[in-house]
């Protein structure tokens, strides 16, 4: 979540002065204030579900007898004239009125396939061969996952962007009193900070040796 909110407060910033850009967010969790003040508008699930009972039965034939299996996603970007929606993944090839496009933050399960289930492997292989064949636009978080990118899905290659991670520092950041925060937890003048998640790949072991 961090990551595409630092991409909007991106955007929004470029806007300023570029260009007119409406930037509207789709979540089901509560946003903040930062964020709510640069959006356009903002949608949760509840705006896909279908209007009518016979919605509810065009979409579910529609799913049937088509390789779209998102129609009621597909019937909200047209009501609402979106031109572009990230991150998003359709197997639907029709030619749709909006552009799409798919991230993947790296290939993991590549180098490290051990510290992953059978199952999990088979999903992750089946979402980035779907990505491959039926995203517009392919965005990667580094230039090395762009590389792998292109090595185990070579489909991919002419459609790939790489936006890297950035941090946007909020003014209210530099409020606090950091010497109190030093001593609710204990903190020496000089330590190492590490962000990194605790799954078992990310190799914590590695630092504390």
Request: charged fraction near 30%; aromatic fraction near 16%; proline fraction near 5%.
């Amino acid at each position: 979540m961090e990551y595409f909110q630092n991409l909007i407060a991106a955007l929004h910033s470029y806007t300023i002065d570029k260009c007119s850009l409406e930037i509207c967010v789709f979540s089901d969790e509560a946003l903040s204030d930062d964020l709510l003040n640069i959006v356009s508008k903002v949608y949760s699930r509840k705006d896909f579900e279908p209007e009518t009972f016979i919605d509810r039965i065009k979409w579910k034939l529609n799913s049937i007898f088509s390789n779209d299996k998102k129609p009621h996603i597909d019937s909200f970007l047209r009501k609402e004239k979106i031109d572009f929606i990230f991150p998003y993944i359709n197997t639907d090839s029709r030619n749709k009125p909006y552009k799409r496009a798919s991230w993947i933050p790296d290939f993991q399960e590549m180098y490290l396939p051990e510290y992953f289930k059978s199952s999990e492997l088979a999903l992750r292989k089946k979402k980035l061969s779907n990505i491959e064949n039926f995203s517009d636009k392919v965005i990667l978080s580094s230039k090395s996952a762009e590389a792998d990118c292109h090595k185990y899905f070579p489909g991919t290659i002419g459609k790939t962007s790489v936006l890297s991670f950035r941090t946007f520092p909020q003014k209210k950041w530099y409020s606090g009193n950091p010497s109190v925060v030093q001593l609710k937890y204990n903190l020496p003048d000089k330590f190492f900070l590490i962000s990194n998640k605790f799954w078992k790949h990310k190799n914590h072991i590695l630092v504390f040796r």
